[in-house]
């Protein structure tokens, strides 16, 4: 398996733009985790998927952030309007199951809001 | 609500020392602990996943322990390599929410 995919790997926007991130999770991986990654704050958890069905959004930062999870194999988290504090690495990790399984990790994508 | 800290910070030693990197968290109820390496500008890497019915787990130059009672989980390096030169992760898996919790990591570098 070509392991966790996310797409782009660097995106760069104006502020005021719709970015929108991709994240192909690993087939048969039934959880999808969506991180932030700044320096001050560490790995951020936003929103976590079990079945394609959001089960924890508590760390999503506002309304600006939604993510969608449409089939087993393909989520989106997007930004609207972006803003410059949302400059930030983004990863997504998928798990086989919910509970006692190992989490991989894509290589991120990296987002600067200009 | 689930709390994950790793000290020191940062760490610095030189090549060929044994090292422990520490992990702790609050609430004993997890499924499991993962460690995690990453590189500057890289994604997260995968190093030992101990389930919370495990006392230990080996890879190589890697060991990791876990003390659930006490919240408490530690990652040995034994005879350290410029090449560990990274950041160490941990994570836990918490029981019902099943979210995966990160601490904010070692920094760890090892001098030739």
């Known amino acids: 398996d070509a392991g966790v995919i996310q797409s782009p790997r660097h995106e760069v926007t104006e502020m005021g733009q719709e970015v929108t991130l991709r994240c192909k999770p690993i087939s048969g991986h039934n959880s999808l985790f969506w991180y932030r990654q700044t320096m001050m704050r560490g790995l951020e958890l936003l929103i976590y998927f079990n079945n394609n069905v959001p089960i924890d959004d508590s760390g999503m930062p506002e309304d600006r952030f939604s993510a969608k999870m449409p089939n087993a194999s393909f989520s989106t988290l997007k930004i609207q309007p972006s803003e410059p504090r949302d400059s930030a690495v983004y990863f997504c990790?998928?798990?086989?199951?919910?509970?006692?399984?190992?989490?991989?990790f894509g290589q991120g994508t990296r987002l600067t809001v200009v | 609500k689930q709390e994950v800290t790793q000290i020191p910070a940062a760490l610095s030693v030189p090549e060929g020392e044994n090292l422990v990197l520490n992990c702790s968290f609050t609430d004993s109820a997890i499924y499991n602990l993962q460690w995690f390496r990453q590189d500057p500008g890289k994604g997260l890497t995968s190093l030992l996943l101990?389930?919370?019915?495990?006392r230990e787990q080996t890879s190589g130059r890697l060991n990791a322990s876990l003390d659930k009672s006490s919240g408490r989980s530690t990652l040995y390096i034994a005879a350290s390599q410029p090449g560990d030169s990274a950041t160490y992760l941990c994570?836990?898996?918490?029981?019902?929410?099943?979210?995966?919790?990160f601490g904010s990591g070692t920094r760890l570098s090892i001098r030739p």
């Open positions: 994570a836990v898996r918490t029981r019902g929410a099943s979210k995966i919790i």
């Open positions: 101990i389930q919370s019915s495990q």
């Open positions: 990790a998928s798990t086989p199951g919910p509970m006692n399984t190992e989490a991989f």
